[in-house]
């Protein structure tokens, strides 16, 4: 049995690079024991003056276009490089079970086993916008460990797959050939939000394909974004490593040029972060407060057709507030 660890173990742990404390810091805060919840509040708070080094990238994608390859080729130019990268990957939790696959260590062979490299898989649960509902603390943990780079992995391309630009510097939208079916899937909000677009797969003989799609993708991008930044959009193939040294490049551009730009978007992502921990506060004291049974009693109410989900809302709202 793993001793139990407090504050100043946590502390020391990270700052002595011991990864196996690294991972229970990430579990603590993950946590919903209040108990540990109290901890790892503490815990953020202590190790706060140690982040905002590392340089935050989102990847996202559609479903199949290949993002734990693309990361973990990424991943292994960052440490030939003699830079180390942590790597977050959110794994879609069943709805039906509960349970999460976590399977991202199995993804990345190689990187798995690269010293430079760490890989944290963690259940999405109910969160929405494709990251687990800790990821902003994970990643503070990571930054503060010292990790050159973080990588968040999102769960996938969906409705509100944006959350993940609220906490990253760069988001880079991994998009496959076949323009034409790829863009009926993606939701606006996400592409006015992406600061790079990548064209996987671009090996084999499909070179007409490829530019296609980057030539649509570059078009849909000019109409819809009205912020003046149109994301550059690169080809690359994960298995030959064609295009990914001008990734690499451009990313480490993009970190040299757009550092005003950067300490902007760190600024209003700390004010997102605190209305989501509003949301949540507000939805778990308002089930604690209205209690389990009397919301399982009105839910019957709206399946069984004898109230409608406004009224029950309203209702429930009314109860909170006396």
């Known amino acids: 049995m793993s001793k139990t660890l407090g504050l100043d173990d946590y502390l020391k742990g990270i700052k002595n690079k011991d990864r196996t404390i690294l991972s229970r810091a990430i579990t603590l805060v993950e946590s919903t024991n209040p108990d540990h ?40 130019i960052l440490t030939s490089q003699n830079k180390s990268v942590a790597v977050l990957a959110v794994d879609p939790t069943s709805k039906v079970s ?31 916008g494709g990251v687990a509902k800790r990821t902003r603390e994970a990643l503070l943990l990571c930054e503060a460990f010292g990790f050159d780079y973080v990588l968040v992995e999102t769960v996938g391309v969906g409705q509100s797959e944006t959350t993940v630009s609220q906490m990253v510097d760069l988001f880079v939208m991994l998009l496959q050939p076949g323009a034409g079916d790829d863009l009926q899937g993606i939701k606006r909000g996400i592409l006015e939000v992406v600061d790079m677009v990548v064209v996987t797969k671009d090996d084999g003989d499909q070179q007409k394909i490829i530019q296609k799609a980057k030539h649509d993708y570059q078009q849909a991008l000019q109409i819809l974004r009205h912020d003046g930044r149109i994301p550059p959009v690169l080809t690359c ?14 990313i480490e551009t993009y970190f040299i040029d757009q550092k005003d730009f950067i300490l902007e978007k760190r600024n209003k992502q700390g ?11 507000l939805k778990d004291l308002f089930k604690e407060e209205i209690g389990q049974v009397e919301i399982h009693e009105f839910e019957s109410r709206i399946l069984s057709n004898k109230m409608t989900a406004h009224e029950v809302a309203t209702t429930l709202l009314k109860r909170l507030k006396k």
């Open 37 to 76: 919840q109290k901890l790892s509040q503490e815990l953020i708070k202590a190790i706060l003056p140690q982040t905002g080094t590392s340089k935050r990238i989102g990847v996202s994608g559609t479903p199949g276009v290949g993002k734990s390859t693309f990361i973990e080729a990424f991943g292994k």
């Open 271 to 281: 004010l997102d972060w605190m209305w989501q921990l509003i949301q949540d506060g």
């Open 98 to 128: 509960g349970g999460s696959i976590l399977g991202d260590k199995t993804r990345m062979n190689e990187l798995a086993i690269d010293p430079m490299a760490y890989i944290r898989p963690s259940p999405s649960g109910e969160n929405l």
């Open 237 to 250: 193939s994960s298995i030959t490593k064609s295009g990914l040294p001008e990734i690499y490049n451009l």
